[in-house]
């Protein structure tokens, strides 16, 4: 039981696959070590720029104003009023030219 436990430890570590041997890749004696990726300075500055959460946060709000802008501008829609208060609905006899002025 200790040794299946000891083996799951080692599993959820990546350390050992469920034979017990190692899974980390072998490298000859021969084998060069992978060199790292080089970028220049300017790619350097410019994916620092693309992948700022601040920066992008800040273009949204800019984004949101300028919205806010074209919306402000625009004029009101119109709108229809009816009063239908003083109209003789249920005495329709008494609707006559005299009555509206």
């Known amino acids: 039981m200790a040794a299946a436990a000891l083996g799951f430890a080692a599993l959820a570590n990546g350390q050992a696959n469920p034979t017990g ?33 601040a920066l992008q946060a800040m273009r949204t709000t800019i984004q949101q104003s300028q919205a806010e ?9 119109p709108t229809l009023g009816l009063d239908a208060q003083f109209l003789p609905i249920f005495q329709p006899n008494q609707f006559s030219s005299d009555y509206i002025d």
Not at 32 to 47: C, E, H, K, S, V
Not at 69 to 77: D, G
């Open 69 to 77: 802008e074209v919306t402000a501008n625009l004029r009101p829609n």
């Open 21 to 53: 041997t190692s899974t980390a890749p072998q490298t000859s004696a021969n084998s060069p070590a992978p060199t790292p990726a080089q970028i220049t300075l300017d790619d350097a500055i410019r994916m620092a720029l693309l992948h700022n959460h």
